[in-house]
């Protein structure tokens, strides 16, 4: 590990941005909300901020993408495609541990399986990603249920923990350490590796009540997800307070539903587009004669919440499918977010009231 003085750190993010399109937690003066965007201006970086409002997976897989043009030409019947290729290097600066561990089932999904994604790869190929210790909780999270954070474990180049003024500076990559010896930051010494177990231990203490209470139900709501052993009445409960918004699934880090469309334009060129979809929607999984096979809302409710928490989908991310970021319940109208469905099955499984 390494000493990055907090006086430096400004030099870093100048380095970067010389190759790279920086992208970073900063509040916004209008709402006041912590929002992960491209800096235009690198002052805003803010590392120091609360979680952001939106996860930054939009950066690799963005709510609105045209991935090709194609034009038919009826004089010759010739078809002309064109892939739009107009990607830059982006560096992702103060991730959060827990939005790294979406990008990384992001990963598994789209690059990790039978097909890879060629579009979904091509932002990947283009990317340096910082991660950021979280040394306090905020009152949304419980990342700590989901194994998720509050340190990232791997997945980055550099990782900053800070430790009241200066910053812990640690290598996960070939490019990550190309830049520290760029920096010239001193090596910070034996005593580095002891100091960052006890700001994350000391992290770790300081979650919510909610939040420790909640690891062990998690792993038990799991259990139930996958085997199938909770009442319809339930269901049939979380799917009154749905409002199919969809908002859920587009804070989630790892929501990577999408649907593909063609967009016709006056100049008899066609735009293919790739956007946001969600298993909230009552259109998501409509069929070919207006069959669908999840009409009720409480049988769409399930659904999410299996792909989050069940075995099978931690065999495809190769953990659970949540990460604890807490934003589906601070978004959520209907106050149906991952910990409140959590302790739903809680009340089933022990019979407690809810008043």
């Known amino acids: 590990m390494y000493w990055l003085k907090k006086e430096q750190l400004e030099l870093l993010v100048k380095k970067l941005?010389?190759?790279?399109?920086?992208?970073?937690?900063?509040?916004?003066?209008?709402?006041?909300?912590?929002?992960?965007?491209?800096?235009?201006?690198?002052?805003?970086?803010?590392?120091?901020?609360a979680i952001p409002y939106n996860p930054p997976k939009f950066i690799l897989f963005p709510h609105f993408e045209e991935i090709l043009k194609y034009r038919y030409e009826p004089e010759t019947k010739e078809v002309r495609i064109e892939q739009i290729n107009?990607?830059?290097?982006?560096?992702?600066?103060?991730?959060?541990?827990c939005d790294l561990t979406g990008l990384l089932c992001l990963d598994r999904f789209f690059l990790g399986q039978e097909y890879v994604d060629e579009f979904y790869l091509a932002?990947?190929?283009?990317?340096?990603?910082?991660?950021?210790?979280?040394?306090?909780?905020?009152?949304?999270?419980?990342?700590?249920c989901t194994d998720?954070?509050?340190?990232?474990?791997?997945?980055?180049?550099?990782?900053?923990?800070?430790?009241?003024?200066?910053?812990?500076?640690?290598?996960?990559?070939?490019?990550?350490?190309?830049l520290i010896d760029e920096l010239g930051l001193a090596e910070a010494g034996p005593e580095a590796s002891a100091l960052k177990k006890k700001i994350i231990d000391n992290s770790v203490s300081s979650f919510d009540s909610f939040a420790l209470e909640n690891k062990a139900w998690i792993s038990r709501a799991t259990n139930r997800l996958t085997t199938g052993f909770i009442k319809p009445e339930v269901w049939e409960y979380i799917g009154n307070q749905c409002f199919e918004c969809g908002a859920c699934s587009f804070v989630c880090p790892t929501c990577s539903c999408f649907n593909i469309e063609d967009a016709n334009l006056?100049?008899?060129?066609?735009?293919?587009?790739?956007?946001?979809?969600?298993?909230?929607?009552?259109?998501?999984?409509?069929?070919?004669?207006?069959?669908?096979?999840?009409?009720?809302?409480?049988?769409?409710?399930?659904?999410?919440?299996?792909?989050?928490?069940?075995?099978?989908q931690s065999k495809k991310y190769l953990?659970?499918?949540?990460?604890?970021?807490?934003?589906?319940?601070?978004?959520?109208?209907?106050?149906?977010?991952?910990?409140?469905?959590?302790?739903?099955i809680r009340r089933e499984i022990t019979g407690e009231s809810g008043e």
């Open 86 to 97: 107009l990607l830059e290097p982006k560096a992702l600066i103060g991730l959060r541990s």
């Open 266 to 312: 006056e100049s008899s060129e066609t735009d293919r587009l790739r956007t946001w979809d969600s298993c909230s929607f009552e259109g998501y999984t409509k069929m070919a004669g207006d069959n669908n096979p999840r009409k009720p809302v409480e049988d769409r409710r399930n659904k999410r919440f299996f792909c989050k928490l069940s075995y099978s």
């Open 148 to 178: 998720s954070g509050p340190a990232a474990k791997d997945g980055f180049d550099l990782d900053l923990t800070f430790t009241g003024r200066d910053y812990l500076v640690e290598a996960g990559s070939k490019k990550g350490q190309v």
């Open 319 to 344: 953990r659970p499918g949540c990460v604890g970021c807490g934003r589906c319940a601070r978004v959520c109208p209907g106050d149906i977010g991952l910990p409140n469905v959590v302790t739903y």
């Open 17 to 49: 941005a010389e190759e790279y399109k920086i992208f970073g937690p900063r509040h916004d003066r209008v709402s006041d909300e912590v929002i992960f965007d491209h800096l235009t201006d690198l002052s805003e970086l803010d590392l120091q901020a």
């Open 123 to 144: 932002h990947r190929k283009k990317l340096f990603i910082i991660s950021n210790t979280c040394i306090r909780p905020f009152p949304q999270c419980f990342c700590v």
